[in-house]
């Protein structure tokens, strides 16, 4: 099982460039998320999706939009990037049982942006 | 403030020593309590999970939630080299719909062969 697929792995972008981070998941969950890690400051939600054609912001959505078009994709976009947006970036989804609502995570996209 | 804080470490040990890792939160409406591991260059994945209060055992692996002083921890006995890792505590304070997971900044730990 694949479980929650992250593309690219690494991307090296330049000031005011955009780019589009892709997550796919194989296992039917319902809720999708974005987050980015920056050290000294753990994991911190960017959007999330309780569905397809529905997004939602999280605790640092600014500089960031996203889209689910079908429910198996959640996808982040950059439209300018900044230096700022050097991180980590990190998907994970959820299917929501009430007893467990565990969230899966992908392997990560490391971008830098000079 | 943070909403959850947890010591970055870097935490050292020898292998078979007993490690404590802990969190401190802020917010009394957080309900599930879980410890995700990440290793280098990885996503994180879930280690243990807990609601409310008490006490869970998996294998080495033990989790306490203590609501009251607000402070969660996590044990591992007899470490393993295996064990090198950054260890993350996360919370949620909903049971149903979206989990928005508040995370702590993660402990970064190295047992010594």
């Known amino acids: 099982n694949a479980g929650v697929t992250q593309t690219p792995k690494f991307r090296v972008l330049k000031t005011g460039q955009s780019m589009t981070l892709l997550c796919a998941q194989d296992?039917?969950?319902?809720?999708m998320y974005w987050y980015r890690q920056d050290p000294g400051m753990g994991l911190r939600l960017i959007h999330y999706?309780?569905?397809?054609?529905?997004?939602a912001k999280g605790e640092v959505p600014d500089g960031y939009n996203v889209s689910r078009l079908k429910k198996q994709n959640f996808l982040l976009g950059l439209e300018s990037a900044a230096p700022s947006q050097t991180s980590v970036y990190f998907c994970?989804?959820?299917?929501?049982?009430?007893?467990?609502?565990?969230?899966?995570f992908g392997a990560g996209t490391r971008l830098s942006v000079l | 403030q943070k909403e959850v804080e947890q010591d970055p470490g870097p935490l050292s040990v020898p292998e078979g020593a007993i490690v404590s890792l802990n969190c401190t939160y802020s917010?009394?409406?957080?309900?599930?309590f879980m410890w995700y591991r990440q290793y280098s260059r990885k996503g994180p994945e879930l280690l243990m999970y807990?609601?409310?209060?008490g006490n869970k055992e998996d294998g080495r692996f033990t989790a306490q939630v203590d609501k009251s002083s607000k402070y969660i921890s996590l044990f591992i006995r007899d470490s393993q080299p295996s064990d090198s890792a950054t260890y993350l505590c996360?919370?949620?304070?909903?049971?149903?719909?979206?989990?928005?997971?508040?995370f702590g900044q993660g402990t970064r730990l190295t047992i010594n062969p």
């Open positions: 994970a989804s959820s299917f929501p049982r009430a007893s467990q609502n565990i969230q899966y």
């Open positions: 296992m039917n969950h319902e809720y």
């Open positions: 999706s309780v569905g397809e054609g529905t997004t």
């Open positions: 917010n009394s409406a957080f309900q599930y």
């Open positions: 807990t609601y409310s209060s």
């Open positions: 996360a919370m949620s304070p909903i049971i149903q719909g979206a989990q928005k997971l508040v």
